[in-house]
C-alpha cells in the first residue's frame, strides 16, 4: 500500500466519522436552523468523498456527479433558508 492509498483511505475514514457526527447532530438538534447546517453538511462531506473517490478510482465521472451534487445542494440549502426565514419557498 502507496502512501496515496493510505491517504485515501484515512479521508474516507475521517468524512464517515464526520457524517455519523453530522447525523447525530441532524437527528437531534434543538432548532431547524440546526438540522438544515447538519443536513447541508452532510451532503458537503458526501461531496467531498465523491472527490476522493474519483482521485482513488481515477474516473472523470465521479467529477460530473459532484459537480451536480453541489449544484442541488447550493439550491436546496437556498430553499431550505428561504422557507424557515418566510414559511414559504415560492412567492
Known amino acids: 500500500m ?9 479521508t474516507l475514514v ?16 434543538p432548532r431547524a436552523q440546526d438540522r438544515v447546517v ?14 476522493v473517490l474519483a482521485i482513488r478510482y481515477q474516473s472523470s465521472t465521479y467529477f460530473e ?3 451536480l451534487m ?11 433558508a428561504k422557507f424557515l426565514l418566510r414559511g414559504e419557498v415560492i412567492e
Open 2 to 10: 502507496n502512501l496515496l492509498d493510505a491517504a485515501i483511505t484515512l
Open 14 to 29: 475521517m468524512y464517515g466519522v464526520a457524517m455519523i457526527m453530522a447525523t447525530i447532530r441532524l437527528f437531534r438538534g
Open 38 to 51: 447538519a443536513l447541508d453538511f452532510i451532503f458537503l462531506v458526501a461531496l467531498l468523498g465523491m472527490l
Open 65 to 67: 456527479a459532484a459537480l
Open 70 to 80: 453541489a449544484m442541488f445542494g447550493f439550491v436546496s440549502t437556498a430553499a431550505l
